[in-house]
């Protein structure tokens, strides 16, 4: 019996220790598209985080934090919607590719939209 258990423990801790990259290759790779969707539908008015209409509304931390845009689901739904003077893009991009931008935009403000 103790075999068996120490043997299922080592099985967990093995597929433990091989699942955690996979994820966050994921992640990566979630953000690399985002970033090429990004460049070609939203750099336009946010290159660099910044804001071409509103600037003070721009993509850097403190005012995603500021306005309530600090989340997955917070970008995700901006820019399904459209708000003010931002054109919704639902029709135009796919739900995986508005995931992928927001993933982007969160990984980017973090960073302070440096590389």
Same mark, same amino acid.
């Given at each position: 019996?103790? =075999?068996?258990?120490? *043997?299922?423990?080592? !099985? #967990? !801790?093995?597929?433990?220790?091989?699942?955690?990259?996979?994820? +966050?290759? +994921?992640?990566?790779?979630?953000? %690399? /598209?985002g &970033?090429k969707?990004f460049? *070609?539908?939203? @750099?336009?008015c946010?290159? $660099?985080?910044?804001? #071409?209409?509103? @600037?003070? =509304?721009?993509?850097k931390?403190? @005012?995603?934090?500021?306005? $309530?845009?600090?989340s997955?689901? +917070?970008? !995700?739904t /901006? #820019?399904?919607?459209?708000?003010? %003077?931002?054109?919704?893009?639902?029709g135009?991009l =796919?739900?995986?590719? !508005?995931? &992928?931008v %927001?993933?982007? #935009?969160?990984?980017?403000s &973090?960073?302070?939209?440096?590389?």
């Amino acid at each position: 019996m103790k =075999k068996l258990l120490c *043997a299922a423990i080592a !099985i #967990v !801790i093995g597929m433990m220790l091989f699942v955690r990259p996979v994820l +966050a290759d +994921a992640a990566t790779d979630l953000t %690399a /598209q985002g &970033a090429k969707i990004f460049s *070609a539908n939203c @750099a336009a008015c946010h290159q $660099g985080g910044n804001n #071409v209409v509103s @600037a003070n =509304k721009n993509l850097k931390s403190a @005012a995603l934090k500021q306005y $309530g845009m600090d989340s997955t689901d +917070a970008i !995700i739904t /901006q #820019v399904t919607n459209g708000k003010g %003077a931002m054109p919704s893009f639902k029709g135009r991009l =796919k739900e995986e590719e !508005i995931k &992928a931008v %927001a993933a982007y #935009v969160l990984n980017q403000s &973090a960073k302070d939209w440096k590389k």
